[in-house]
């Protein structure tokens, strides 16, 4: 139905950058929200920032001012731009899209994850 692909984790030192991105293929009518979420080792999934089909933006308090989320409507892609990174930011990260089907449900699709480690 619709496939997430994920690219753009790594390895990167405190204060690095990274720039991760996500394209959704498959049977999309339309696209309402994309956003990005990360899981740290023990902790639960927590969203890092979410973008609307109109560029409504919302961010995590802990990313702030330092992550800027963007989407491109023609090619369905998500992207999250990472900048001035910290070792607290080490989790893997999930792209997340939603919307509707080219025949009609609404669907509601997770990337399979990219590591992001923040070390010196």
């Known amino acids: 139905q619709v496939q997430l692909v994920e690219s753009g984790g790594g390895l990167v030192q405190p204060g690095g950058s990274l720039r991760l991105s996500c394209v959704a293929s498959?049977?999309?009518?339309?696209?309402?929200?994309m956003g990005w979420y990360r899981q740290a080792p023990g902790k639960q999934r927590e969203l890092v920032a979410i973008?609307?089909?109109?560029?409504?933006?919302n961010y995590a308090d802990s990313v702030k001012g330092r992550f800027t989320i963007s989407r491109d409507n023609a090619k369905n892609t998500v992207y999250l731009q990472m900048n001035s990174l910290k070792p607290e930011d080490t989790a893997v990260y999930f792209c997340?899209?939603?919307?509707?089907?080219?025949?009609?449900?609404?669907?509601?699709?997770w990337g399979q994850g990219t590591q992001v480690t923040v070390s010196s």
């Open positions: 498959g049977s999309i009518f339309s696209i309402s929200a």
């Open positions: 997340n899209v939603r919307g509707l089907l080219q025949y009609g449900p609404v669907f509601n699709s």
């Open positions: 973008i609307t089909s109109g560029g409504n933006t």
